[in-house]
Structure formats: C-alpha cells, structure tokens
C-alpha cells in the first residue's frame, strides 16, 4: 500500500509557505512604497523651503536696502536748513554758555574801568570777593537763549544766504568770487540774527551792569519792558549791528580762508579727512577766525555795553548817545578790556565751529555747497 501524504501537512505546507512569503513581499513592497512616497514628501517639503528662504532672503535684502537708503539719503530744502540751524544753536548756545563768566568780567572791565583796571585775572578775583562766585553766571539765562535763537539764524542763514549767492552767479563764478560770497551772506544772516538778539542782550547786559535789577531773564525783562518800554530793547540795535555784522563777516570769511589754507598746507580736502582730523581743522581754524572778529567788533562791542547800562535822556537819539560815547571814551577807551575779549572769542568762536561741524556730521547736514578752491 502506498503511503499518502499526510492531508494536514500538505495543507499546512500549501497554506503557510505561500502565504508568509506573500505577505513578507507585499510588505516589503509597500514598505518601498511607503518609502518612495515620504522621499517626493519630503522632496516637495524642502523644495517649498528653499522657495521661501529665497523669498525671505530677497525681502530682507530689499528691507536692508531700503533702510540703508533712507539712513544715506542726505536732507534737502528745509530739512537741511533746519539741521544747519540746529547745529549753530547748540554751537552757540554751549560756547556763550560756557564763556558767561568771562563775559561778565569783561562787560565790568568795559563799564567800570576806574574800578577793574588790574587785569582779567584781578578783575575775576574782585567780582568773587565783592559779590561771590555765584556773580561770574549772572545773565546766563538771557545768554543762553539769546545765542541759541542768534545761532540758529546765523548759521543756518550764512548756509542759506550762501547756496542762493551760488545759485544766482553759478558754482564757477561764485567759486572765483567766494570772499565776497562769504562776507556778503554772513551780514545778511547776522542782520537777521541780531532782531532776534537784541532784546536778551539788552536784558544780559543790564543784569550784569546792574546785579540787584532782577533775578534772572524773566525778571529782568519784565521790568524792562513795564518800566521803559518795547523801544528800550532795541535801543542798542545800532550797535549790536556795528559790532555783530563785521564780527560775523570777519568769522566767517576768515574762517573759511584759514580752512583752505590749513587743508591746502596738509595737501588734503575736507572729504578726505578723518573726524578727529576735521575737528582739528575747524578748531585751528576757528581760533584764527575769532582773534579777527575780536580786534574788528571791539568799539562796538564797547558802545553797546555802555547804551545799555542806563537809559538815555529824554529825546536824545542813540546815534548821538553813541557820538557822545565814543568821543568821551577815544581810542583808547574803546579798546578797553581787549585781553578778556580776546580770550572769550578766540576760545568761543573756535568751540563753535568745532562743535557746529560735529554736529552737523552727526546731523547727516552735508548738503551744503563748498565752493573753496
């Protein structure tokens, strides 16, 4: 008898083997399926991210651009003037500031020179002893102020003046004629500037005449005006013109003189100079330029102090007050506390245009037309 194979075995055989193998093939076939799938996935994925990295990059390089843009665009029109403007009264504001106690020594030197006859250093020492250290800041409201609005209107306006004088003439001719330039666009910004000076002048200079008058700007220019009335702050315009108008000329004009000629001794131009290197330039520079406009203001700066120490009599003009002054005072007289002025503008004017041109770079306020050879 032959033997048969045993149904259950066979069975067994036929079912598992073929099914196990099938089963390990198919999930091995939707394991590379499953696979395939998650690598285009993750394909797609990073293709989507580098879409928008590249996107985000060109965004934030177009902001970058933008931004850098904006910071270097240099202002124009008024937005240039009104830097200019800012940066001469911060300029003028701390140097007067600074300076008061000189200044009001040699307001006392020129006023009382029968009392303060011994010298700059003597006469501070006497202000101390008689009146007290606090003494050496009186007007220093009043200064602040008023050189802060003067300084705006000098400044700007000599900016101003002098790109209308090079836009009327032309860059070459104005280039050929930039003395007269200069000169004549500081005395038309001065002008100006001293309308608005010459009511805290005449409040500083009777403050420091007269130490018991008020307790400051406010003080003293309300009894000013309640007791003597609008025309007395203006009672020295004549002189604050005579002594401010060639003042400011002679800064200027000599100033940018001794600019060009330091730059052109160094074999440099302004655009080629480091900071520190053009803070030196304006600080040279200025001190030149103040010494002059120191030795060329000073009668005037004389009269003014003395017009507006007390008033005058009734219906005299200030044109023969000031002829009767300075015949009384002479030559001389006029030239009275010379050393503490020379000091005081030098030191001032040399501060101004150092910190003007400061903070005119800092401004971005580089617009200005140069027109120095």
């Known amino acids: 008898m032959v033997a048969r194979s045993n149904p259950f075995f066979s069975t067994t055989q036929t079912f598992f083997a ?75 504001a701390i140097t007067h500031g600074a300076l008061t106690p000189v200044d009001v020594v040699k307001t006392r030197i020129q006023l009382e020179p029968e009392v303060y006859n011994r010298g700059m250093v003597t006469a501070f020492r006497q202000v101390i002893a008689a009146e007290g250290a606090g003494a050496l800041l009186t007007g220093l409201g009043p200064t602040i102020v008023g050189y802060s609005i003067q300084g705006a209107f000098k400044f700007g306006g000599y900016e101003f003046w002098k790109k209308q004088a090079i836009n009327t003439f032309g860059l070459e001719k104005a280039r050929e004629n930039r003395t007269a330039i200069y000169l004549g666009a500081s005395a038309i910004a001065e002008f100006f500037a001293d309308i608005a000076l010459c009511p805290l002048e005449a409040t500083r200079i009777r403050l420091v005449s007269q130490p018991t008058f008020a307790n400051g700007l406010v003080g003293g220019f309300g009894r000013i005006l309640r007791e003597e009335g609008p025309a007395a702050f203006y009672a020295g315009f004549g002189p604050i013109l005579f002594k401010q108008v060639p003042y400011t000329m002679a800064k200027f004009a000599v100033f940018e003189v001794a600019s060009e000629q330091i730059l052109s001794s160094m074999g440099r131009t302004k655009e080629s100079l480091s900071g520190g290197a053009a803070t030196g330039v304006n600080l040279g520079a200025g001190l030149i330029a103040g010494m002059a406009a120191a030795v060329i203001s000073q009668p005037a700066d004389t009269l003014l102090s003395k017009i507006n120490k007390t008033k005058g009599a009734p219906g005299q003009s200030t044109t023969s007050r000031l002829v009767t002054m300075a015949g009384q005072l002479g030559a ?10 020379l000091v005081m503008i030098g030191t001032l004017t040399a501060g101004q245009f150092m910190i003007y041109g400061d903070i005119k770079k800092a401004l971005n306020a580089t617009g200005g037309v140069e027109i120095s050879k």
């Open 332 to 341: 001389k007289g006029l030239f009275t506390g010379m050393s503490a002025r």
């Open 18 to 92: 073929p099914s196990v193998g099938d089963k390990v093939d198919s999930a091995i076939a939707q394991g590379k399926a499953y696979g395939h799938e998650a690598q285009a996935k993750a394909d797609q994925l990073l293709n989507k991210g580098d879409n928008l990295m590249h996107k985000a990059g060109v965004k934030v390089a177009d902001a970058k651009g933008a931004a850098s843009t904006a910071v270097g665009a240099s202002p124009t029109g008024v937005d240039l003037y009104a830097r200019f403007a800012l940066a001469g009264a911060l300029g003028c």
